[in-house]
């Protein structure tokens, strides 16, 4: 049987997005690929953690797609972590919902790819600054795959550019990780 993905996708206003709505839009073309777009699910950002819960236990990869804000998630997608992984759900007694599962990060970002490093002017690596998302797949116990990203949004991306890596991403999404290479 195949894997069932869910994107919880996190852009807080997608009618002004080019990678984000590109990178969705290919998703939502993938069979066993359900994207859930959180700022339209929760415009009163008022999380249905139970409806969450029941969306994690059906799938068996979870992958978080965002733009980088302030180099870390979007406001709803943190909400999301600290109300939908609770105890007793993904720790504590019985907290197995994503025990043996994939989390992986889909980021876009303003910067370039070679300001993200030592010395740069973001100093750290969009590895380093994923850190604690590693950390939650880490801590629930579930398989954290290779980040999949696009950079330079603020420069200035082609419609070219954009249009391979929504084809990458969808490549990625279903487990080919050669897509990273793209
Ligand atoms: C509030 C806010 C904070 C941002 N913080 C960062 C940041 O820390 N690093 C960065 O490279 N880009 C940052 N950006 C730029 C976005 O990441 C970029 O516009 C986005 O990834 C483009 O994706 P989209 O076409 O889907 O909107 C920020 C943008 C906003 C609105």
Avoid: C
């Avoid at 066993?32 to 994690?56: F, S, W």
């Avoid at 870390?72 to 025990?99: H, I």
């Amino acid at each position: 049987m195949s894997k069932k993905t869910l994107v919880v996708l996190a852009h807080p206003d997608l009618s002004k997005s080019k990678i984000n709505a590109a990178w969705a839009k290919a998703a939502g073309a993938l069979g066993d690929v359900t994207v859930h777009d959180l700022y339209r699910a929760y415009p009163d950002g008022k999380i249905d953690v139970a409806a969450e819960q029941a969306l994690v236990r059906a799938h068996d990869r979870v992958i978080f797609q965002f733009p980088m804000f302030w180099f870390s998630t979007p406001a709803l997608l943190k909400q999301w972590f600290d109300d939908v992984l609770a105890y007793g759900f993904v720790y504590g007694p019985g907290g197995d919902a994503l025990e043996g599962k994939a989390i992986g990060v889909a980021v876009s970002t303003g910067g370039k790819a070679d300001a993200y490093r030592a010395g740069a002017q973001n100093a750290w690596t969009i590895d380093e600054l994923l850190r604690p998302i590693q950390g939650i797949a880490r801590f629930v116990r579930a398989e954290y795959l290779p980040v999949f990203t696009l950079q330079g949004a603020m420069w200035g991306l082609s419609d070219d550019q954009i249009a391979a890596s929504a084809a990458a991403y969808a490549d990625w999404l279903v487990g080919r990780e050669e897509a990273l290479a793209a």
